[in-house]
Each structure stands twice: as structure tokens, then as C-alpha cells.
């Protein structure tokens, strides 16, 4: 189904008092519908349920394109049909097949089970399942089935009911119970003639207690990556909710099948996958556009891969799909503190905290003064959850603070993270470091030990600090550019002060893909390296390095592991050698 079809609605968890409503209003809900026979059977209900059960699936709308069907949602199909001989089930559908923008059939989390309403036999079967989904359980949980399930949303004969709204209860489904829509020729997109149920993630996955006889936490699925408009499928549990990169737009001169390419980014197929999406990619590698990803099309992709300096894998990854936009896709927006399209510097002096969103301009924004006590500043990006941009920062007596971003450069009240942090010579936030869609931190202990602290997401961490590396009191500097090699994967640069400059490739779990590597020399003679972002607008991660004399030098990044053919041309105007404490923010 369209999300746009079922806007999300921000709702936390109910309170008794409407909870009560609620259950109240279960009756009058499911009159709405026209009742089941008496002797209409219903799925059965497993034994050994546990006391507890699931929450209402919250709104989490389909982000990915792995048409295949998952094994929770082909569980339910089947049991549906097995309880109702004579019906059949359909879920899975190619990526970008129909005219829906985004649909759960497309990552294989719904379910469209086929009974017709103007069937006698099968509307009442539809209506005992669906009745049988939202009813109370013995011990009085409301929709206990539907919750066990996993089911986030429902579309039946003309109505559709929402976890995320239950209140609401069954509420008519886009005009369909308007004269107009009455004929045989709405059937289908009236779903007059089957039952549409998408399903949380954890349902999906067949990790909910009606299959697996413990209470699933709720599941955010896969999360879109830096510069894809689609995300990669996952199976592990991700239960946090997805950080959201801006949408990658193609630039007003693209092609027509550039543009295409640029709106279905990140769409995975591999061999097997069929539709649109296919054609579009056969025609970019230069394969046959047949419309099926066939051997001959996996071996068309790996050449085009190795030819573009990809990892030959075969499928449409995601660094195989920034490849293949690159060309076409607009510059994206800057995720710096006032969100302007440029890379954005942060700057530290006689305790007066400046930004500057241009290296033509050393002089800068004034934020904030009275920072004198600040030994390091940190730019983590989204730290709390709320889509702003945040900072941290450390005081002289080994404080962590952090300040919450606005949205347009200025900060709301500190927060205490804690003491301690003055035993560090280094902190840094690569973002993303462990995978889990939340910004966390990384620090060199005066012995050389590198940690880890996961973020939360809420503007705290996770957990203590864990040592993830040694020897790294061998390096005067240490920063992160974000994703330099290209596999959507956050890493660590480092410079030792013999001039040599080291890549840390990071796995995405919080570790490393690969030990370090040297990817330059001779840079011994910079005063600061920073990670910029994006300068050169190729959407690739950049360096620059200040000179002793106050001139910025670009270091473009070639998207795997090193740098573009161009690099060390001054890029800035002005004269920055008074500038103290500089920080990138990506």
C-alpha cells in the first residue's frame, strides 16, 4: 500500500485512562463491518502464549525493495488458507511495479489475502479473521491477535483500521464508500475482493509471540544510507528508529533514465528480481533490458562494478547505486548546523565559539562566548533523536556537555553527560559507527586505547565505553570524514607524526572491516586535517588541511579509500592561521 495512503500519525504509548476508551469502543468498532456467522471458523490460538503481549505496532513505512517474501508474512498467508480452504495469498511484489510510491508489498511485509465480498462464503470468512485479529483475549487484551502478529494495519471491504490509531477505529479507505466507487471496477483498490494487512517488522520476521512464544520488541527495519533514496534489506532486530538522510534529488539536467535511476536508488536486486527497476539498471550497465535479473545480468554488473572501482558483488547495492547516480544526482543539502548546502567549520577561539559556512570567511558566525573552559568540541550530528544537528563539548575539569541543537544555529539548555572525560587526548564521532542508526562517540585514552560509546539516540549512551583498538597513542590526530570508502560504513582517519596518513575502515558493528592502511604522505606538515564533508559537491566525503600560513587545501576523497586524481588546490580566502580550535561537521 501507499504510505501516502496512511499517514503516520505521532502517537506514544496510550494511557490507561484512553486505553479504557479504547476497549470500550471494540464493539461498536467491529459492528462497523458486517458480522461473521456463528459458525465461521477462526485461526486457531497457539498454546504456551506468554502472559504478556506485544504493543500496537507503531507506523513504520516501507523504506526498502527486497521483493521477497518474508517468513512471517508468508506464515499468515498460509494460515489464512489453511483455515479457509479455497482462498489463496499473494505478498511480495517487484520494486516499483505499480503506481504506489512506496508500498509494504515491495520489502515483502504484507500480506494481500484473497476473499471476495461478494462472496457470500468469503466475506464472512474475511470478516471472522479480521474480527478474530482485534478481539480481546481471555485475559483482556485488547486486539490480542493482531498484536501477536504483528499486524500494523488492516484494509478491508471499503474500511481500514491502524494499530497506530486505534481510537479511530475502522474509518472508510479512500472514498470507497462513495457512489462512484460502488461497481465491480473499484474492487481492487476498494479491497473488495481480498484483505490488505501490513506487518510491523517483528511480524514479518516471524519474531512475534504467536510464532515464537515471546513478547517481540518493537522493530524499525532497515534504514536508507548516505546518498540512496532506498535501503538495503536487514534481517537482524534493529530496534532503533532510523536516522533520516535527506532524499537524493536528481539535478534539472539529468537524463529522463537518469533521473529514474536517481528516484529508485538503493533499490536491491539480484538475480531473480523482476520489473522496472531491473529495466532501468540493465540499460545503465549496459545489459540487456529485459526486465529479469538473469545470469547474464549478474555478470554484466560485476564488469560495470569493477570497471567503476565497486566491489564486484553482483547485486545493486548501495555502493554500486552511488555509483551509478553519481552523475545525476544534485548535490545533497549539508547536514552542518544552519543546514546550507556547503560544508560547514566550527571554530574555537579565546572562548568565543564562531561557524563558518564557507572557507571564504575565517571571521564567521558568532553562536556562543564564555567557552574559554572548552577543551574539545565534537559535531555528532543528530545526538538526541530529534533531527537536529547537536554539539558536545569538554570542560577543563573533565565534564561532557552536551548542547542541544535548534535547528538554526543556536542551542538549547547543556546537559551533564558526566566526569572522567579529561582522561582522553582525543574525542571525535565518526556518526554512525555501530550500525544502529544513532550517533555515538570515539576517544583516545592517554594510553593509547581507543573507545567506543554507543549513542542512544537520546542524547545519552548506551552503555560504558569499550575498547575497540590499542597503539593509537601513536597518532597526533584522529578524525572521521563519515563514509570515506564508500560502503555506506563509517571510518577513521589518523595522521602519525612522521607525515603518514592512516585509513581505519569500520565494519558498521562498531569494529573495523579491515587493520589500517597508508593512504598518503608528507601531511606532517599541516597544522590541522579536517573532515569537511562534501566541497567539491560529488557527493563523496573530502579532506582539507590547513598550511602553517592560514590556507585551507582541499583533499577530494575518490569514494574508495583514497583521493581523486586533483587534489591539494587552496580553497580558501582569507587568511585562517588565528583560528584555535577547529572543527569539521560533515
Not at 553562536?367 to 547537536?390: K, Q
Not at 538549547?412 to 579529561?422: A, F, K, M, T
Request: aromatic content about 8%.
Amino acid at each position: 500500500m501507499s504510505r501516502t495512503a496512511h499517514p503516520r500519525l505521532s502517537a506514544g504509548t496510550l494511557s490507561a485512562g484512553v486505553m479504557v476508551v479504547v476497549v470500550a469502543l471494540v464493539g461498536a468498532i467491529l459492528t462497523t463491518a458486517p458480522a461473521a456467522s456463528a459458525a465461521t471458523a477462526v485461526p486457531p490460538t497457539p498454546t504456551g502464549l506468554p502472559a504478556g503481549v506485544e504493543e500496537l505496532a507503531s507506523y513504520v513505512g516501507a523504506n526498502s525493495c527486497d521483493a521477497s517474501t518474508k517468513p512471517g508474512s508468508a506464515a499468515l498467508g498460509a494460515l489464512l488458507v489453511r483455515t479457509y480452504p479455497g482462498t489463496s495469498y499473494g505478498s511480495a511484489r517487484a520494486c516499483a511495479s505499480d503506481s504506489l510510491a512506496t508500498s509494504e508489498h515491495y520489502d515483502g511485509r504484507a500480506v494481500d489475502w484473497m476473499a471476495n465480498s461478494r462472496n457470500a462464503t468469503q466475506k464472512a470468512q474475511a470478516t471472522a479473521a479480521v474480527t478474530w485479529m482485534l478481539a480481546k483475549d481471555k485475559a483482556g487484551n485488547p486486539y490480542a491477535m493482531a498484536r501477536r502478529l504483528g499486524v500494523m494495519y488492516l484494509i478491508w471491504n471499503n474500511r481500514t483500521w491502524s494499530a497506530y490509531r486505534p481510537q479511530e477505529g475502522w474509518k472508510e479507505y479512500n472514498g470507497c464508500l462513495s457512489a462512484a466507487r460502488a461497481g465491480t471496477a473499484y474492487d481492487t483498490t476498494c479491497h473488495r475482493n481480498h484483505v490488505h494487512i501490513s506487518l510491523s517488522w517483528a511480524g514479518a520476521m516471524k519474531r512475534t509471540s504467536y510464532w515464537s512464544k515471546k513478547v517481540a520488541v518493537p522493530e524499525y527495519g532497515p534504514c536508507r544510507t548516505w546518498l540512496t533514496n532506498w535501503a538495503s534489506p536487514r534481517t537482524s532486530v534493529n530496534p532503533a528508529r532510523c536516522q533520516e538522510p535527506p532524499a537524493v534529488r536528481a539535478m534539472p539536467t539529468a537524463t529522463s533514465s537518469g533521473k529514474r535511476l536517481v528516484s529508485i536508488s538503493g533499490m536491491y536486486l539480484k538475480e531473480g528480481s523482476t520489473g522496472p527497476a531491473v529495466t532501468s539498471v540493465q540499460s545503465a550497465i549496459g545489459a540487456s533490458a529485459t526486465g529479469t535479473f538473469s545470469t547474464a545480468t549478474v555478470t554484466a554488473l560485476t564488469s560495470w562494478q569493477k570497471r567503476n572501482g565497486v566491489t564486484a558483488t553482483g547485486v545493486t547495492d548501495a555502493a554500486t547505486w552511488r555509483a551509478l547516480i553519481r552523475t545525476y544526482a544534485a548535490p545533497p543539502v549539508s547536514l552542518g548546523l544552519d543546514a546550507r548546502i556547503d560544508s560547514d567549520i566550527l571554530t574555537l577561539t579565546d572562548g568565543r565559539l564562531t561557524l563558518s559556512d564557507t572557507v571564504a570567511d575565517p571571521q564567521g558566525r558568532l553562536l556562543a562566548t564564555g567557552w574559554s573552559g572548552v577543551t574539545a568540541v565534537v559535531a555528532p550530528g543528530d545526538f538526541t533523536g530529534d533531527a537536529y544537528p547537536d554539539l558536545l563539548s569538554r570542560t577543563t575539569d573533565g565534564h561532557l556537555w552536551l548542547h542541544p541543537g535548534t535547528g538554526n544555529a543556536t542551542f538549547g539548555s547543556p546537559v551533564d553527560l558526566g566526569s572522567g572525560w579529561n582522561g582522553y587526548s582525543t574525542l571525535l564521532s565518526p556518526g554512525d559507527f555501530t550500525g544502529d542508526g544513532r550517533s555515538d562517540l570515539v576517544g583516545v585514552r592517554s594510553n593509547g586505547d581507543l573507545y567506543l560509546y554507543r549513542g542512544n539516540g537520546a542524547g545519552r549512551f548506551s552503555g560504558p565505553g569499550t575498547r575497540i583498538g590499542t597503539g593509537w597513542g601513536a597518532f597526533d590526530a584522529v578524525l572521521s570524514p563519515g563514509d570515506f570508502t564508500g560502503d555506506a560504513r563509517a571510518d577513521i582517519i589518523a595522521r602519525r607524526p612522521d607525515g603518514t596518513l592512516w585509513l581505519y575502515a569500520g565494519n558498521g558493528r562498531g569494529g573495523w572491516a579491515a587493520t589500517g592502511r597508508t593512504i598518503g604522505r608528507g601531511w606532517q606538515s599541516f597544522t590541522t586535517v579536517l573532515a569537511a564533508g562534501d566541497i567539491n559537491r560529488d557527493n563523496l566525503s573530502d579532506l582539507m588541511a590547513l598550511t602553517s600560513d592560514g590556507r585551507w587545501l582541499a583533499y577530494p576523497g575518490s569514494g574508495r579509500g583514497g583521493f581523486g586524481p586533483v587534489y591539494g588546490q587552496q580553497v580558501s580566502r582569507g587568511d585562517w592561521s588565528a583560528a584555535g580550535l577547529v572543527v569539521g561537521v560533515r
